[in-house]
């Protein structure tokens, strides 16, 4: 029955009160709360972020993912006028682009964002994204000539939770002080903690390695289906360094900086040990972690697979009371909250 139990998705919803929502990062970054669970001794500290390192197993190596938040919210209008708003969801490859769009499109519709930069709509898919082509003028663009101009006219792509516009703070905030690959349109909000001293600071006392995966919409996605299992999982680009495969290609245990640099080595060491690729595994109490030993995150969306992987760490009930001891204290959840340590 308890099996059963964690394959219902309704297991997997609690409520959270408003206020615990939060929509502006801590600051300083590393001033985020910190609950440390400890499965061994199944024992909870309450901490701060900057005491971190004083909790992670001495015989451990980090992993990091180092994927960059472009800015993929913009804002155009049809050749009619209307208005049009676009979220870049992933780059299927050179030329073809997933997105979603708020305002009705059909195929050949085109997009005009300034006298410039234009999209087209290529294929519109059952799940409601689109497959468009960018332009400059007549000129198919690749995805990477894209990216300087987004940075110039679009917006950070905000969690739909944080019922704000974005500013300019959210330009580095929504960022991990170790971004370098240029893709996501989420941030791995674990990795938001960090502040530039301490992560050098770590480093230098940890093996550790980077990943990148670049985190797509559908990670706040929740999950519809009446048992997760039968859940669509998102897939997502991923690359590991040589550095990060030499690692997870020994036993030494790993700290996985985020649920992103989890499902990254997970579904390397679950797949065939394959470098890079698309990576859609879903982690759950049904399907454990294999080779990530204790995990780093932030406390994440009810019938989110985020929740579901937690749980595939420490199972459905104790899933269940961290989160209920988090509300009791007061953290902040989403993305611009605080975070919880499993060893």
């Known amino acids: 029955m308890a099996q059963d139990k964690e394959l219902l998705t309704q297991s997997y919803d609690f409520t959270l009160p408003s206020e615990l929502i939060a929509t502006h990062p801590a600051s300083p970054r590393d001033s985020a709360k910190l609950l440390v669970y400890n499965t061994q001794t199944d024992t909870i ?10 909790y992670i197993p001495k015989e451990c190596a980090l992993i990091f993912n180092d994927t960059k938040v472009i800015k993929a919210r913009l804002f155009g209008s049809k050749p009619s ?10 780059a299927l490859n050179a030329h073809d682009v997933n997105v979603y769009i ?26 409601g994204s689109r497959i468009v082509h960018f332009y400059n003028k007549k000129r198919l663009l690749r995805f990477e000539d894209i990216l300087p101009v987004i940075d110039k006219i679009g917006h950070v792509p905000l969690p739909p939770y944080i019922q704000r516009e974005d500013n300019k703070e959210d330009e580095s905030e929504y960022q991990s002080v170790f971004a370098k690959e240029e893709g996501a349109v989420a941030a791995p909000t674990a990795s938001l903690h960090f502040t530039d001293e301490q992560h050098k600071r770590i480093c230098e006392n940890f093996d550790h390695a980077y990943v990148t995966l670049h985190v797509g919409s559908g990670t706040f996605k929740p999950v519809d289906a009446e048992i997760i299992t039968e859940h669509p999982m998102h897939a997502e680009y991923y690359d590991i360094s040589d550095k990060a495969k030499n690692i997870l290609d020994t036993t030494i245990p790993i700290l996985s900086i985020g649920t992103t640099s989890t499902r990254t080595v997970e579904f390397y060491d679950k797949h065939g040990k394959i470098q890079r690729g698309e990576a859609n595994l879903f982690l759950h109490p049904q399907n454990k972690p294999s080779r990530v030993n204790h995990l780093l995150t932030n406390f994440h969306l009810p019938k989110s697979t985020l929740l579901m992987l937690v749980a595939s760490f420490v199972g459905l009930e104790k899933t269940q009371e961290l989160y209920a001891e988090a509300i009791k204290e007061k953290y902040r959840f989403y993305s611009y909250g605080d975070a919880m340590l499993i060893i």
């Open 45 to 54: 500290t309450h901490t701060v972020f900057s005491e971190l390192e004083n």
């Open 81 to 90: 006028g209307g208005k049009i708003e676009l979220l870049i969801n992933r």
């Open 102 to 127: 708020r305002g009705k499109v059909k195929i050949d519709t085109q997009i005009i964002f300034n006298d410039n930069f234009k999209v087209t709509v290529k294929k519109l898919n059952e799940d």
